[in-house]
């Protein structure tokens, strides 16, 4: 049996943004020819490490990644609905799409490839980020342009485990969002439109494990939705500003957010239960470490903080476990 299954990603490896992306076995086929795009990346890239964090669980349904190497993206664009499948192919990255929202989605290909994002900027100042980089050359920091793609998420994760988060939008997605346009490799759904999102029933909320204060503030945000969108033409520093006018959502969610629409490479989550003690633990052997530690630590890394905490992460060094794992809770079924 050995060999035959790829190792099981690891709690610090997921959360630093990695999608085991299995090898190309040659052109994948379907039902329909979609448009498409052709972009030469300037240097490495890695799809798995490029487009990880915009998966929200494994069972995710606006992601697969498919064993001919592709990785498929359903997005809701300013333009409609749209599906659209990337592929390396020789150094190339190609890309087909689906659907009204197709030629918003090749159009920024590119920006999703993290062509906008410049990994030379930064310069490690310890061994084992040294050493992370240098094995994962081809990270790069995505830029999806879309807002309310990572702020609904991103709430759904406040203050619960990731099993309860990815379990809520896997239902509310699959239950109010709509089939993905084109050959999508089975049961693939773009996420609801702000409309929808604001006529689910409490008690539907509530079976999918929400409880009201996060479903209050998703309901205040997409009240606002448009306004909020609006933030993918600002900095990152302005756009959180202008997400933290949301009650409900705080320094936390906005970096969350900004990290994946604008391709933040300086927005360091604060506020996480994990990370400060796995900054602290791997750079400096302080497992209890706070926020102001983390940001300390960070410091020399000022304007690359981000990439640096996903460089920590991807590193697998951890503080051992000392409590058991947080029980799921499910309040759906109170």
Request: glycine share 12%; aromatic share 6%.
């Amino acid at each position: 049996m050995s060999g035959r299954f790829a190792p099981r990603p690891t709690r610090t490896t997921v959360r630093g943004g990695h999608v085991a992306v299995p090898g190309p076995r040659g052109a994948a086929t379907g039902p329909a020819a979609g448009r498409t795009r052709r972009w030469l990346p300037e240097g490495p890239l890695d799809l798995g490490l490029v487009l990880g964090p915009l998966r929200r669980g494994p069972a995710d349904p606006t992601f697969r990644a498919t064993p001919d190497g592709s990785v498929w993206r359903a997005c809701r664009t300013p333009a409609g609905p749209g599906t659209l499948r990337v592929a390396l192919r020789g150094g190339v990255a190609e890309g087909e799409a689906w659907g009204p929202g197709s030629e918003w989605l090749l159009d920024r290909l590119p920006a999703l490839l993290g062509a906008y994002d410049d990994p030379d900027a930064f310069e490690p100042r310890h061994r084992l980020v040294a050493l992370t980089r240098h094995r994962r050359p081809g990270l790069r920091l995505t830029r999806t342009g879309l807002v309310m793609e990572s702020l609904i998420p991103s709430i759904l994760e406040q203050k619960v485990t990731t099993d309860e988060a990815y379990r809520a939008w896997r239902l509310l997605v699959r239950t109010y969002g709509e089939p993905a346009p084109g050959p999508e490799p089975g049961r693939m759904h773009v996420m609801p439109a702000a409309r929808t999102w604001a006529l689910i029933p409490s008690w539907e909320w509530h079976r999918a494990g929400v409880d009201n204060k996060r479903a209050s503030t998703i309901l205040r945000a997409v009240r606002v939705a448009a306004r909020l969108e609006e933030g993918v033409g600002m900095a990152p520093e302005e756009a959180r500003r202008r997400l933290e006018l949301v009650p409900g959502v705080g320094p936390w969610t906005s970096a969350e957010t900004v990290q994946r629409s604008h391709g933040a490479a300086d927005a360091v989550t604060v506020g996480d239960l994990h990370l400060p003690g796995i900054v602290g633990y791997a750079l400096a052997g302080d497992r209890d470490a706070d926020d102001s530690v983390m940001l300390s630590l960070l410091e020399p890394y000022a304007g690359q903080r981000h990439r640096a905490a996903r460089l920590i992460l991807l590193s697998g060094r951890v503080p051992p476990r000392r409590v058991p794992k947080m029980p799921r809770g499910d309040i759906g079924r109170l």
